[in-house]
């Protein structure tokens, strides 16, 4: 089975504060995403990667930056932290398409909250 | 862009009963779709998808859903629910040669009452 995990389940951070999350996946998946949660708006794309050292913008990349150095790791920086970032984090992974599925595996979760 | 609509945000049903949770995509391209299910303070689980071919797909946990392209709808139902089935269901569209990306809806919190 697929395995994403983070590095938190809980955080707490003050305002202005630099913030790593971190995630892991076991698969050798080439696509990694960030996406927070938060009520009534569903999961929203922070960003995205497809391969080491690529990056791509996702809906709502304000704010945030990634960073993937290894294929398992895809990092999510929150480079000064506001309160209108507190919310739930969820990493996932994929294949590339055209091999055969289509589907994310997702981690955990991560509830971030800054205050 | 395509977007995906959940009709409802929350659907309360007692145990036992049949339950259907309404999804509505737009898309000017064909699409795969998904449903996921998120039980409380877990990640998001693969329930089933459509690719291709018969449009009734069945999944985990008894679920099953149906793809109708010209209402572009892919409404999930459950004929018996349970307790266990409480939940966050949410609706998902993929387009093709997208790189996998994932549009959601906005969720869907599906409450079982004894």
């Known amino acids: 089975d697929v395995k994403v995990t983070q590095s938190s389940r809980y955080l707490v951070k003050r305002t202005g504060e630099k913030v790593f999350l971190e995630c892991v996946q076991d698969?050798?998946?080439?696509?990694m995403f960030w996406y927070r949660q938060d009520p009534g708006l569903g999961l929203r794309l922070i960003y995205f990667?497809?391969?080491?050292?690529?990056?791509e913008k996702g809906d709502i990349p304000e704010g945030y930056s990634v960073s993937r150095e290894k294929k398992e790791r895809f990092s999510l920086i929150l480079e000064s932290a506001s309160t209108n970032q507190t919310s739930m984090y969820l990493c996932?992974?994929?294949?590339?398409?055209?091999?055969?599925?289509?589907?994310?595996?997702f981690g955990p979760g991560t509830r971030l909250t800054v205050t | 862009a395509q977007s995906v609509t959940q009709l409802d945000s929350q659907v309360p049903v007692f145990e036992e009963a049949p339950v259907e949770l309404r999804c509505n995509y737009s898309s000017s391209v064909s699409v795969y779709l998904f449903w996921y299910v998120q039980y409380p303070n877990q990640g998001l689980q693969l329930l089933l998808k459509y690719l291709s071919g018969s449009t009734l797909v069945k999944g985990i946990n008894g679920f099953e859903a149906e793809f109708n392209k010209s209402q572009t709808s892919f409404h999930l139902r459950k004929p018996s629910v349970h307790i266990s089935d409480t939940a966050e269901y949410f609706c998902a569209v993929s387009v093709y040669n997208a790189g996998n990306m994932l549009t959601f809806g906005g969720g869907t919190r599906l409450m079982v009452k004894p």
């Open positions: 996932a992974s994929s294949l590339i398409p055209g091999q055969g599925k289509y589907e994310q595996y």
């Open positions: 990667s497809y391969d080491v050292k690529m990056k």
């Open positions: 698969m050798d998946h080439e696509n």
